[in-house]
């Protein structure tokens, strides 16, 4: 591990001054620092000044609203998503997805918030500074080239967070705090360029994440080498709501496949409204497959990467089913 270059930290206890510290130049939100403070010691990315989000108390909170709604603090843990009673019981899918994410240790000391915000990730990037020296500056470190796919003209690095197509699939709402604040369906926050992928500006950070206060009934698979520890080499969440006989309104989403998760429209028209077969689940799997196209930036390979995302949109759709029949009291 290289060291840290000296950085200053402050933590603010009140949300102004937060807006205003990272408002600077050269500053950046830290929350639990599991992926930031790694990301740092290789210099992916740089910074001068981090912001720490843990003297704000309110963004550790995880309670309902007046109307019913999910209000999940962005400094919870992924630990407390996991078990905590009221996402176990109305939000399954998110707790599965949080449970997802890396190893015990790195549950414990990330949060949701980070989760959802990572920085995304590419195996010609995230390497070493030495290692990177060898290669021509990518559009992440300031050049003009994208090593995984040199016909493109923006980053194509793969947004790693575990919990986003859960999130999107929940039909969530990001809360984002700063001069002006707002709130976005969550799917809304992601730029689709992996160099500057979210839509979170300077003076800006995400401060909750709401979920409706009837949730549509969804699934979470994910794909990856290690069971014990890696990031996902793809994954995928659907939601659907049972209602007269049929599923109604349902979103397939695939993530971790580029910089922004992908909504399948295509298999989304197909299982609207009737029972799932299982030829309609095939279907829609093929149709996830067709509708994303990875770059030779993971760990597995664009075609190993397609495949997995066909099985993981067909499991999740099939959780589902299995449990409308058989379901689990
Ligand atoms: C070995 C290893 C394995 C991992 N495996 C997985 C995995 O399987 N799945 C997975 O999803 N992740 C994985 N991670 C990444 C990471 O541990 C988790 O994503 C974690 O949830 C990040 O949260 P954090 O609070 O530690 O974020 P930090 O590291 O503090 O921050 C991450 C990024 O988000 C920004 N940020 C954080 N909070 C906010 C906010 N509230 N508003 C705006 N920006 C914010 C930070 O500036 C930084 O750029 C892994 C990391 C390691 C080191």
Redesign the pocket.
């Known amino acids: 591990m290289m060291p840290l270059r000296p950085l200053s930290l402050t933590t603010p206890s009140r949300p102004e001054e937060t807006v205003a510290a990272l408002a600077a130049e050269g500053a950046?939100?830290?929350?639990?620092?599991?992926?930031?403070?790694?990301?740092l010691a290789w210099e992916i990315?740089t910074?001068d000044t981090?912001v720490s989000?843990a003297g704000l108390d309110a963004?550790r909170r995880i309670e309902t609203e007046e109307d019913g709604r999910l209000r999940i603090g962005?400094?919870a843990?992924?630990a407390d998503i996991v078990r905590h009673p009221l996402i176990r019981v109305g939000y399954p899918a998110l707790a599965d997805?949080?449970q997802?994410?890396?190893?015990p240790e790195?549950?414990a000391?990330?949060?949701?918030?980070?989760?959802?915000?990572?920085?995304t990730r590419c195996r010609f990037r995230n390497q070493p500074p030495l290692w990177r020296e060898a290669l021509a500056p990518c559009w992440q470190s300031g050049g003009e080239v994208c090593h995984a796919a040199p016909a493109k003209e923006t980053c194509v690095a793969i947004l790693?967070?575990?919990?986003?197509p859960a999130l999107v699939a929940l039909r969530a709402e990001a809360e984002?705090w700063g001069r002006r604040p707002r709130r976005l369906p969550i799917e809304e926050i992601y730029t689709g360029d992996g160099t500057h992928h979210?839509h979170?500006a300077p003076g800006?950070?995400?401060?909750a994440l709401r979920l409706p206060a009837a949730p549509p009934r969804a699934a979470f698979r994910?794909w990856?080498t290690r069971a014990s520890?890696?990031?996902?080499e793809a994954n995928a969440a659907v939601s659907a709501v049972w209602r007269d006989g049929a599923w109604r309104e349902p979103v397939v989403v695939v993530s971790?496949v580029g910089p922004a998760p992908i909504r399948v429209q295509a298999a989304e028209s197909l299982l609207d409204g009737s029972a799932w077969s299982e030829e309609r689940i095939l279907a829609a799997g093929d149709l996830a497959r067709r509708a994303v196209h990875p770059y030779d930036n993971g760990q597995l390979n664009v075609a190993g990467r397609q495949i997995a995302v066909r099985g993981l949109v067909v499991r999740a759709l099939g959780d589902m089913e299995m449990e409308r029949r058989e379901p689990v009291l």
């Open positions: 950046a939100v830290l929350a639990g620092g599991s992926d930031l403070i790694p990301g990315p910074c981090l989000l963004l962005a400094m843990t992924l997805a949080a997802a994410v890396g190893s790195l549950r000391q990330g949060t949701l918030g980070g989760n959802v915000c990572l920085g790693s967070g575990d919990t986003v984002i979210l979170i800006e950070f995400l401060a994910k990856r520890i890696d990031f996902p971790a």
